[in-house]
């Protein structure tokens, strides 16, 4: 028998679209929660558009399945249910009652329209648990804006502090490459979640509505650099590759590569210079310390890129390794996946997929000595579950599920996947 994973019995009514709330009810069915993740008939979860490139069949058709829904959207059952219509309305509270956790990103007000906002969902069931993640909160003067993750990345300081810096080529404010925003939202609100789980079972029964808003997370997310105005009053600046905390720390140029380098400490630097072949270095009363490398940031840089532009990117890298100093090759996505340790650890997984015969996805990084997360499925087809779910959990009949379907209340799809 399998063991349980920690959210084995707990059961999530995933209404969340794009990124941030799938994200985050990926995490849970990861863990071992049964999400039931709920699409509009027809058109399904916006992400799937969001391509190309999309996933291939076996013979290289295009399928519906873009790289940001594949994302996020694993190990769920999927439904099709419409939820402007009374019918799936009712079919979404009834599924409600049986869950512990509803999780939505829909535009403030909108689900209170459906009857499915919180307190509709509290009237049916006391002890749910329900997460709203929105752009700017239910509450404020911007509550009712919409808002996609550079809108988050720029207002929360992120964007201006990302980029080269002022005065160099290309410099100004630059987003970051992936959609950071949300899936720092989305992991707050995992984390909200887990919380509001565990004080319903250590301190009894009793609802919780989690407001998360995508701006807060992204402002909180700012950590160190947010610190550094609120006890100053000074505006960091951009960096460009360089880090926030020891000199030197960031990307050099060497004869046929780049490689970024870390001496954090006193004692890496040190090191540093003499695995670079400049032990002289450490020793200018400059660059002795940590502080007087931050007040002569700019000439300790120059010094160290002059150094490495006298050697080859991997004879560095193993005389910096060899030396204890952290430093590291700058990779591309290829070259991430292609990396000993990184397959060492298993960070790519595979699974069998419908169409494609078989998907790749990245793996969670959670490693669980015990009960490690061990069960991949395929993020579900629009609808592939509807039957299923319909049937199993709220004891519907075929002849009565295939009602729905005529009237276009809920669809399934080609691909019937099972409960399990």
């Given at each position: 028998?399998?063991?349980?994973?920690?959210?084995?019995?707990?059961?999530?009514?995933?209404?969340?679209?794009?990124?941030?709330?799938p994200w985050a009810c990926q995490m849970l069915a990861d863990l071992g929660a049964e999400v039931i993740k709920v699409e509009r008939p027809g058109e399904g979860d916006g992400a799937r558009v969001y391509g190309p490139?999309?996933?291939?069949?076996?013979?290289?058709?295009?399928?519906?399945?873009?790289?940001m829904y594949l994302s996020a959207n694993r190990n769920k059952k999927g439904i099709a249910v419409d939820l402007s219509v009374p019918q799936g309305q009712k079919l979404i509270?009834?599924?409600?009652?049986?869950?512990?956790?509803?999780?939505?990103?829909?535009?403030?007000?909108?689900?209170?329209?459906?009857?499915l906002d919180y307190e509709s969902v509290k009237a049916v069931n006391p002890d749910i648990v329900y997460c709203s993640i929105t752009g700017f909160g239910q509450t404020g003067p911007y509550a009712h804006r919409l808002g996609y993750d550079p809108i988050f990345q720029a207002m929360s300081g992120l964007m201006a502090l990302t980029?080269?810096?002022?005065?160099?080529?290309?410099a100004g404010p630059m987003k970051a490459g992936p959609s950071i925003s949300d899936i720092i939202g989305g992991l707050f609100a995992d984390v909200a979640i887990l919380a509001a789980l565990l004080r319903r079972e250590r301190h009894g029964a009793g609802s919780e509505h989690i407001d998360l808003s995508l701006l807060d997370a992204s402002v909180a997310a700012m950590s160190h650099a947010a610190m550094h105005y609120l006890i100053s009053g000074e505006v960091p600046v951009r960096r460009g590759t360089g880090g926030n905390g020891g000199v030197p720390a960031q990307a050099y140029d060497c004869a046929d590569?780049?490689?970024?380098?870390?001496?954090?400490?006193?004692?890496?630097?040190?090191?540093m210079c003499a695995a670079m072949n400049d032990?002289?270095?450490?020793?200018?009363?400059?660059?002795?310390?940590?502080?007087?490398?931050?007040?002569?940031?700019?000439?300790?840089?120059?010094?160290?890129?002059?150094?490495?532009?006298?050697?080859?990117?991997?004879?560095?890298?193993?005389r910096l390794e060899r030396a204890d100093v952290p430093a590291a090759p700058i990779y591309d996505?290829?070259?991430?996946?292609?990396?000993?340790?990184?397959?060492?650890?298993?960070?790519?997984?595979?699974?069998?997929?419908d169409e494609a015969g078989s998907l790749r996805m990245v793996a969670n990084?959670?490693?669980?000595?015990?009960?490690?997360?061990?069960?991949?499925?395929?993020?579900?087809?629009?609808?592939?579950?509807?039957?299923?779910?319909?049937?199993?959990?709220?004891?519907?009949?075929?002849?009565?599920?295939?009602?729905?379907?005529?009237?276009?209340?809920?669809?399934?799809?080609a691909r019937t996947g099972s409960a399990e």
């Open positions: 028998m399998t063991a349980a994973m920690p959210l084995t019995g707990y059961r999530v009514l995933d209404l969340g679209r794009v990124l941030a709330a490139p999309f996933l291939r069949t076996r013979s290289g058709e295009q399928t519906r399945n873009s790289p509270l009834d599924l409600a009652r049986q869950c512990d956790v509803v999780v939505e990103n829909y535009k403030v007000g909108d689900l209170k329209r459906y009857g980029g080269h810096p002022d005065g160099a080529p290309g590569g780049s490689l970024f380098i870390s001496a954090g400490t006193d004692q890496q630097f040190y090191r032990p002289e270095l450490a020793l200018d009363p400059r660059f002795r310390t940590q502080l007087g490398r931050m007040q002569h940031r700019q000439d300790i840089v120059g010094k160290v890129a002059e150094l490495a532009k006298r050697f080859k990117r991997d004879d560095l890298l193993d996505q290829q070259q991430v996946f292609d990396d000993a340790q990184i397959r060492h650890r298993g960070m790519v997984v595979e699974t069998p997929h990084p959670i490693r669980f000595a015990e009960h490690p997360i061990g069960t991949y499925r395929a993020p579900p087809a629009i609808g592939e579950h509807t039957r299923v779910v319909l049937r199993e959990r709220l004891a519907l009949s075929n002849a009565e599920i295939d009602a729905l379907i005529a009237e276009g209340v809920v669809s399934e799809s």
